[in-house]
Structures are given as C-alpha cells and as structure tokens.
C-alpha cells in the first residue's frame, strides 16, 4: 500500500454562483477513496465559505462521525493559531 489517506483542496469561485437562477447554498465535496486509502478529506471554497467532505471505507475507518464530529473544535483551533 502507497498511503492510507487522501487530503485535497479544491478553490471554488470566491463570488456566490446561481444554477437557472437559483443561489446554490451549499456543496457536497467528494473524492475517490481509492485502492488501499481509508479515507479521503476533500475541502471545497466558495464565496468565502469552506465544506469539508469525507469518505471512508468502512473496514478501515468504522466511526467517520467520530471524525466529522471533532471537525468544528479542531478548525477552531486553526483559526485561533493563525498568526
């Protein structure tokens, strides 16, 4: 096995964008969880705002929500260290 974990960051638009008129609210992040990877992070900006995705393959990570659920208090941490 080459890694167990993918990280990616894909930069949206930093204005709001609409589809047939409507303000798109919110996205849904994803990426493959390949071959041999357990878990991939996919973070996702767009206007200013920032959605985090996971996926995991069950066998390898059989708690995400253990995961999603320690996100908030760790960003907090982030943004506290920002310099």
């Known amino acids: 096995m080459v890694h167990n974990l993918v ?3 894909v930069p949206g638009p930093p204005m ?3 589809l047939l008129g409507a ?3 919110g996205l849904y992040p994803l990426g493959p969880v390949v071959h041999g990877a ?3 992070i996919t973070v996702l900006s767009e206007a ?3 959605d ?3 996926l995991a393959a069950r066998e390898l990570v059989p708690d995400l929500w253990h995961l999603a659920d320690a996100m908030p208090e760790a960003l907090q941490e982030l943004l506290a ?3």
């Open 16 to 18: 709001p964008i609409y």
């Open 23 to 25: 303000h798109v609210t």
């Open 52 to 54: 985090i995705g996971l």
């Open 38 to 40: 357990g878990l991939n």
């Open 7 to 9: 990280i990616s960051n």
């Open 48 to 50: 200013g705002k920032v």
């Open 81 to 83: 260290a920002r310099p």
